[in-house]
Structure formats: structure tokens, C-alpha cells
């Protein structure tokens, strides 16, 4: 067994979870998919800085910023998952509470 699997969230457990855990876990997503769209707009930064002047980037350099953009791609989305079904369970609590 990995060390690390505690830290991993498994949206199937979000009904076990308290209503706290899951509005955290739906920030931290956000969170997450901010600083993802943050780094994207650098390699853009980069892209286009090295487009306007002498200076190429390589076909190595290149290819690793595509692999790049689509593992960040792939993350965002993930969060973007996460924070979506957490926020559902929260709002689904919210609805239950309140009938």
C-alpha cells in the first residue's frame, strides 16, 4: 500500500464525509484549478515571448510543453470533478436538512 493513498480523494466516499470536509475539499479544487490556469498562462507567456524574438525553443522543449499542457489539462479537469460533486453533496445535505 502506497503512503500516500490518505492524502488522495475518493469522491465515492463523499457521502461518508462531514459537510465541512467536503466544502473544503470543493475550495481546495478551486484553488487547485486556479494556480493551474495561472501556470497555463505562463507557457503562453512563454510560447509567445520566444515566438517574438531570435531565440527557438527547441523540438524537446517544445514536445515536454505539450506533454505539459496536457497533464495540467487533465488535472484541471479533475478538479473541476472534484469540486463539482462535492459541491453537490453539500447542496444535496442542504436540500435534505431543510425538507
Same mark, same amino acid.
Given at each position: 500500500?502506497n503512503? %500516500? $493513498?490518505? %492524502? !488522495?480523494?475518493?469522491? +465515492?466516499?463523499f457521502?461518508r464525509?462531514? =459537510? +465541512?470536509?467536503? +466544502?473544503?475539499?470543493?475550495?481546495s479544487? $478551486?484553488?487547485?484549478g486556479?494556480?493551474?490556469s /495561472? @501556470?497555463?498562462?505562463?507557457? &503562453?507567456v512563454?510560447?509567445?515571448g520566444a515566438a =517574438?524574438n531570435?531565440?527557438s525553443l &527547441?523540438?524537446? =522543449?517544445l514536445v515536454d510543453? &505539450?506533454?505539459? !499542457?496536457?497533464? !495540467? @489539462?487533465n488535472l484541471s479537469?479533475?478538479?473541476?470533478?472534484?469540486e @463539482?460533486r462535492?459541491?453537490t453533496h453539500? /447542496?444535496? /445535505? @442542504?436540500?435534505k436538512? &431543510?425538507?
Amino acid at each position: 500500500m502506497n503512503i %500516500l $493513498n490518505h %492524502l !488522495l480523494v475518493d469522491p +465515492e466516499s463523499f457521502d461518508r464525509l462531514p =459537510t +465541512e470536509k467536503l +466544502e473544503d475539499i470543493g475550495s481546495s479544487a $478551486n484553488d487547485l484549478g486556479m494556480t493551474i490556469s /495561472r @501556470g497555463i498562462s505562463a507557457i &503562453g507567456v512563454i510560447l509567445a515571448g520566444a515566438a =517574438t524574438n531570435d531565440d527557438s525553443l &527547441g523540438a524537446d =522543449t517544445l514536445v515536454d510543453l &505539450g506533454w505539459l !499542457l496536457q497533464s !495540467l @489539462g487533465n488535472l484541471s479537469s479533475h478538479a473541476a470533478n472534484l469540486e @463539482g460533486r462535492a459541491d453537490t453533496h453539500s /447542496r444535496y /445535505r @442542504g436540500i435534505k436538512k &431543510g425538507a
